[in-house]
């Protein structure tokens, strides 16, 4: 009978729906001055009659589980048997108007339903989600503490009983006592649930409390429930340390000498850390292909240190940044602190888009286009804490704007149409901003940004074209073709390179004044053969099928996202190809494309061996292993090439041999690992 009863979130929904649509109905068929057919207005009515009655069965068998407090449950169960009573009483009206009966009084008593059904949903909501949850009064952002001392803070009131209120009281309190456990007080919390007392102080086990917190996010008994608002790492951590500490009542964080991780932890919870230390916790790292993207549309991209997740964008000297641009930005606006636009194009029109990047600590628009008007969008950025405005067109009215900045602390507007008496009266009334004077100290020399490469494919049969442009027309664009470093006295780029043979490509950008820009490079890989047919020697995963064995010759590279559907996948099996040509070839080179992405399983060949089919079976030409990748994480595409010295084929078979299994130093150890590959090319 319990899982008759669990299905009642399942069946309540259905009365809910249909009897909306039908008021919509009726809504819109006065609107239009029609009646509506009596056929549909019957079947409405009667659907959500048997649906409601349905969902007052199985509400009453879970009521009877005892997890819901009584008197909640029945104000719920009574709102529910009178909208049924209600939806009979509609239907009975709804035949005596098919009859053509007067139905004056059908209309008010359908709205009249209409509001009992939202006081029984939301009387629902408040059973299975806690207070507020239609009204909103419940928040869903992390604790913030407000404690004045770390130190002096109570450890069970101060810190773990918000905790619990915020993450577990939903479903643990005087309405909803899930596993008969209440969470709304320590008394309750040592009574325990149905499982006995949730307090343990045996020092070689943490509680039942914290193992369920512990479970896989899709276990059951994993608390909170997985579709709940799940507990932040440093929230566990508190609760760990808590346990550690026999669950301590009345003691202070003084009182146990919180280590130092400990106090940042701490810190960190009561909103006495700084945002950077906060949010190292809060937020995940953003995919490596989100950068990438960013780096080839012109953008620098640098994380604050090695292992935190905020970062500092750069698209300084850029003078084609469009509303795409941000649009991208945008897509991971919360991770980043810096945004360097220093003598681009950016202006007030595009000022808007500054509006999504709530974490914002640091604004650089030297030299831009922008007036007063953009400080209406930058005002919002509550975070930001410096602002370099020099060079700009601002004046005396900006000032007003920067009083309301609350973070605000540092001011650089030297070369703007604010004058320095202007500044230093405002530094005079205003002790927590300070304007900065001397441009020296603010504005480093320029570096270029990296050139721009422009090309259909990185792969071609006969030859293909690149064109290279530079953000300054007038800066001079020095290249090489060899794989070497490109410096001023490399060959100068005048027109569009016509490349016929394989290259490695590597840009860089120089101009007077300017530091010399980072490199842009990229690899041209030539094919001069083609074979006749094309044959996998084992299928491809069904979730990575991409055009087939035609994937490996069809000079279509893969990006470093192996779901873009032109990459083909094997899970721990060895894998290659079959290829024939229609007459011999001398073949110098076999160039094998292949993926690495240790995160998502995926690891470079172990091997690859090359065979000569011939009517008397077959011959090893070449093979070549290789060093498995450590750990890192890096997602990374290569070409694997192997050395034929020019000898004449026509049937080739190509095997490439997987690791089959992760390595131990991987998150999974001995789990199936994968092989991807999407080219094969003949030289």
């Known amino acids: 009978m319990n899982i008759i009863g669990n299905l009642h979130p399942v069946f309540v929904h259905l009365p809910i729906g249909i009897f909306v649509f039908g008021f919509l109905l009726e809504l819109y068929y006065l609107a239009i001055k029609k009646a509506l057919p009596s056929e549909i207005r019957r079947f409405t009515l009667g659907i959500t009659l048997v649906s409601s009655l349905i969902s007052i069965a199985t509400g009453l068998i879970i009521a009877n589980q005892g997890v819901y407090d009584i008197d909640a449950v029945a104000l719920h169960r009574n709102l ?10 509609l239907l009975v009206l709804a035949k005596k108007i098919a009859a053509g009966a ?47 001392s770390v130190e002096e803070a109570k450890v069970y009131t101060d810190l773990i009983q918000p905790v619990l209120d915020q993450k577990c009281v939903n479903c643990h309190n005087q309405n909803k006592t899930k596993g008969k456990l209440q969470l709304t007080s320590y008394e309750m919390l040592i009574k325990g649930g149905k499982n006995g007392s949730q307090m343990n102080s045996d020092s070689e086990r943490l509680n039942l409390l914290l193992e369920r917190i512990h479970l896989e996010p899709e276990d059951d008994l994993h608390m909170p429930p997985n579709n709940k608002l799940q507990l932040l790492t440093d929230e566990k951590s508190l609760l760990e340390w808590w346990a550690a ?38 937020y995940d790292r953003v995919p490596e292909s989100w950068i990438l993207e960013l780096r080839e549309r012109g953008f620098s991209v640098h994380p604050v240190d090695r292992d935190h997740p905020m970062l500092r964008i750069s698209a300084r000297g850029m003078k084609t940044l469009q509303t795409r641009d941000f649009r991208l930005l945008k897509k991971y606006a919360a991770h980043i602190i810096e945004i360097d636009l220093s003598y681009s194009n950016f202006n007030d029109e595009l000022a808007p888009q500054l509006e999504a990047f709530e974490n ?44 309301n900045m609350p973070e605000l602390s540092n001011l650089y507007l030297a070369s703007t149409q604010i004058s320095e008496k202007e500044m230093a009266e405002f530094n005079a ?38 064109k290279i442009s530079s953000t300054f027309k007038e800066a001079a664009i020095h290249y090489t ?23 490695a490509l590597r840009v860089r950008s120089y101009l007077e004044g300017w530091k010399k820009s980072p490199e842009a490079a990229a690899h041209f890989r030539k094919a001069s053969l083609t074979p006749a047919t094309v044959k996998l020697l084992a299928p491809a995963h069904r979730s990575y099928t991409a055009s087939g064995a035609e994937t490996l010759i069809d000079l279509t590279h893969g990006s470093l996202d192996h779901k873009d559907g032109k990459w083909l996948g094997f899970e721990a099996m060895h894998t290659g190809a079959e290829v024939t040509f229609d007459q011999p070839q001398s073949i110098n080179t076999i160039s094998i494309s292949a993926l690495s992405a240790t995160g998502s399983w995926i690891f470079f060949p172990a091997a690859i061996e090359v065979y000569e089919i011939t009517p008397d079976g077959q011959r090893l030409l070449e093979r070549a292993t ?50 991807f590959m999407d080219e094969i090319l003949f030289n």
């Open 360 to 403: 914002l600590l640091k604004l650089d628009l030297p030299h831009t286009l922008i007036t007063d008007k953009a400080l209406s969008s930058i005002q919002k950025l509550s975070n930001l804490n410096a602002f370099n405005g020099f060079g700009t067109a601002l004046n005396a009215a900006a000032l007003n704007d920067f009083e």
């Open 429 to 466: 009334q205003h002790a927590s901003i300070t304007i900065h004077y001397i441009p020296n100290e603010a504005f480093p020399e320029s570096t270029l940004t990296p050139p721009i490469l422009e090309y259909t494919s990185t792969l071609f049969k006969d030859s293909t074209e690149v």
């Open 80 to 89: 529910g048997i009178l909208f049924s009573l209600g939806t009979l009483v």
């Open 102 to 148: 007067p139905s004056r009084f059908y209309m008010p008593a359908y709205t009249v339903l209409l509001f009992i059904l939202i006081a029984a949903g939301h009387q629902g909501g408040t059973l299975t989600h806690g207070e507020g949850f239609i009204t909103g009064t419940f928040s869903e952002s992390e604790i913030d503490l407000k404690i004045a």
């Open 245 to 282: 500490n026999d669950f301590c009542t009345n003691c202070s964080v003084a009182s146990l000498a919180p280590d130092a991780n400990w106090l940042e932890v701490l810190r960190r919870l009561t909103n006495s850390s700084t945002p950077l230390e906060k949010w190292k916790s809060k």
């Open 626 to 675: 290789y060093e498995a990748e450590g750990p890192g994480g890096e997602v990374k595409q290569q070409f694997f090439d192997l050395n034929l010295k020019s000898q004449s084929v026509a049937h080739l078979k190509i095997v490439v041999k997987s690791r089959m299994k992760n390595p131990a130093w991987h998150a999974s150890p001995g789990s199936p690992s994968w092989v």
């Open 481 to 503: 073709l060899d794989g070497s470093a490109p410096d001023s006295t490399s060959q100068v780029y005048e027109s569009p390179l016509h490349l016929s043979h394989s290259s």
